[in-house]
């Protein structure tokens, strides 16, 4: 079946730590993203890539980085910079000028 | 640059009542419009979607939604809530493609309440 995976689904860190989420899709989508979301303020888009070994910023990027090596996966490392890290994060994709996205189930991260 | 509202933060309706989810948005153009459902602790799952043509649209549960310019609205109805209905709802709109990836831009959501 052809969707997006994003794993741990529950990930716990201590403060100061970075930490990496997963994000794989197998729907042959040239475009991904990643989302914070945080109860009462929808999404925030946090990076997006349209292509392998390219990515851009998008509206809360600060604290975050992402790398895009394969086609197939948009890792997203939260950094020790991040003040605020715990919420749930959405994985994304589409094809190149397709506006419609498909998400993946999620991440919920919890900083201690 | 583009925005969505949603004013309702929490609506409850009775099983078997009829429901209608506001949303208003701001774009320089006609915009895509597009109404998602989360349930909880889930990703999201599109109802429907508006790109161009028929102002009412169809998707998937029993959804529609109509796209009114006049009024920069983008409603979404069901005639008959049932009980699996309960969710959150996000509006969101986008910029028609350039063959950029799609920038959306999502509402805060409407928290669904069913009661039985």
């Known amino acids: 079946d052809g969707g997006i995976t994003q794993s741990p689904k529950y990930l716990f860190r201590k403060e100061g730590q970075n930490v990496t989420l997963s994000c794989e899709q197998n729907?042959?989508?040239?475009?991904m993203y990643w989302y914070r979301q945080d109860p009462g303020q929808g999404l925030r888009l946090i990076y997006y890539s349209q292509i392998v070994n390219d990515f851009q910023k998008g509206d809360i990027a600060e604290g975050y980085s992402v790398s895009r090596e394969k086609k197939e996966s948009f890792p997203l490392t939260v950094t020790s910079a991040q003040k605020n890290p715990t919420a749930f994060y959405l994985c994304?994709?589409?094809?190149?000028?397709?506006?419609?996205?498909?998400f993946g189930p999620g991440t919920r991260l919890t900083v201690l | 640059a583009q925005s969505v509202t949603q004013p309702d933060i929490h609506i409850t309706v009775s099983e078997g009542a009829s429901l209608e989810l506001r949303c208003n948005y701001s774009y320089g153009a006609t915009p895509y419009l597009f109404w998602y459902v989360q349930s909880p602790g889930q990703g999201l799952q599109l109802l429907l979607k508006?790109?161009?043509?028929?102002?009412l649209v169809q998707g998937i549960k029993g959804f529609e939604a109509e796209f009114k310019r006049s009024q920069s609205s983008f409603n979404l109805r069901k005639p008959s809530v049932h009980w699996s209905d309960a969710a959150e709802y996000f509006c969101a709109v986008g910029a028609p493609g350039t063959g950029t990836a799609s920038k959306l831009t999502f509402g805060t959501g409407t928290r669904l309440q069913v009661t039985l």
């Open positions: 994304a994709s589409s094809l190149m000028g397709g506006t419609e996205q498909f």
């Open positions: 508006y790109f161009s043509g028929d102002t």
């Open positions: 729907l042959n989508h040239d475009a």
